[in-house]
T-cell receptor, first 113, second 112 residues
Framework: AQSVTQLGSHVSVSEGALVLLRCNYS??????LFWYVQYPNQGLQLLLK??????LVKGINGFEAEFKKSETSFHLTKPSAHMSDAAEYFC???????????FGSGTKLNVKP | NAGVTQTPKFQVLKTGQSMTLQCAQD?????MSWYRQDPGMGLRLIHY???????DQGEVPNGYNVSRSTTEDFPLRLLSAAPSQTSVYFC???????????FGEGSRLTVL
């Protein structure tokens, strides 16, 4: 069985501040982990993914995430928030056949000027 | 450059009515899926398909039917709509084994 928990349904940061969105997963098989972003009234788009190899993964728009097996975590970070980063972010886990994805409940990021 | 196209974007139904949400992709992706998005619950998988003629259930399949007669299309059918099916529905596709889902813009369904 696989599941994802995202801590904090809303996160607010100032422009230029560090962004940290938390994701913990549960998986009975080696996990494949993803972060997706959803802008208002749009579908989701992939930010980054971890499948195998390097545990620090870089994605689009300056985001990165680190897979920590011992902590069952895959937190998303960005050193300096931009106003355009305001959106909802979803963490997801899948097994290696990528047939079923399990999404977290999402975190809405607000960026204050 | 269409990607994944969903229709309709908005629909209001009465309890007991039936309808079909359409999903088409032009990327020749083998894998297609349907999710529903509800506040505070993220996205939950309804059904998925790994190719024409092959479908399987996700987390929340009850009340929904699917079929996959072509690579391009993956319609979602509600046979007898219930208020609990009020949600935003997303279709997503992927190359098999690639791990990146491409989403449509969503279909907002309200069942009264």
């Amino acid at each position: 069985a696989q599941s994802v928990t995202q801590l904090g349904s809303h996160v607010s940061v100032s422009e230029g501040a560090l962004v940290l969105l938390r994701c913990n997963y549960s998986s009975s098989v080696p996990p494949y982990l993803f972060w997706y972003v959803q802008y208002p009234n749009q579908g989701l788009q992939l930010l980054l993914k971890y499948t195998t190899g390097a545990t620090l993964v870089k994605g689009i728009n300056g985001f990165e995430a680190e897979f920590k097996k011992s902590e069952t975590s895959f937190h998303l970070t960005k050193p300096s928030a931009h106003m355009s980063d305001a959106a909802e972010y979803f963490c997801a886990v899948s097994a290696n056949n990528f047939n079923k994805f399990y999404f977290g409940s999402g975190t809405k990021l607000n960026v204050k000027p | 450059n269409a990607g994944v196209t969903q229709t309709p974007k908005f629909q209001v139904l009465k309890t007991g009515q039936s309808m079909t949400l359409q999903c088409a992709q032009d990327m020749n992706h083998e894998y297609m899926s349907w999710y529903r998005q509800d506040p505070g619950m993220g996205l939950r998988l309804i059904h998925y398909s790994v190719g024409a003629g092959i479908t399987d259930q996700g987390e929340v399949p009850n009340g929904y039917n699917v079929s996959r007669s072509t690579t391009e299309d993956f319609p979602l059918r509600l046979l007898s709509a219930a208020p609990s099916q009020t949600s935003v529905y997303f279709c997503a596709s992927s190359r098999q084994g690639a791990g990146e889902l491409f989403f449509g813009e969503g279909s907002r369904l309200t069942v009264l």
